[in-house]
Nanobody, 115 residues
């Protein structure tokens, strides 16, 4: 069973940074590509970034530059570093584990950017 637990969300001011964490079960980390998505109020869930088993990171074009995905294999944890946040980044952020057409999701962590 794949388990994903996100943490690190909260309320920040515009321009600040935040780092989200996703602790995954060890089996997920070895078999799945790990990624981050977000869903803003009234909008569809959108892909932010993924990191493959090889360690190669990929980003949505709109997310390049301010967001960085990384992982710690020893901790089976994937991170999302978010810089220069704006109100447009307010959303629930979800961790994802994907292998072929199988997807697993965490419960999400809320990020609110407001002054």
């Amino acid at each position: 069973q794949v388990q994903l637990v996100e943490s690190g969300g909260g309320l920040v001011q515009p321009g600040e940074s935040l780092r989200l964490s996703c602790a995954a079960s060890r089996s997920a980390f070895s078999l799945y590509a790990m990624g981050w998505y977000r869903q803003a109020p009234g909008k569809q869930r959108e892909w932010i970034a993924s990191i493959r088993n090889s360690g190669k990171a990929e980003y949505a074009d709109s997310m390049k530059g301010r967001f960085t995905i990384s992982r710690d294999l020893a901790k089976s944890t994937v991170y999302l570093q978010m810089n220069n946040l704006t109100s447009e980044d307010t959303a629930v952020y979800y961790c994802n584990a994907q292998r072929f057409d199988v997807n697993h999701w965490g419960q999400g962590t809320q990020v609110v950017v407001a002054s």
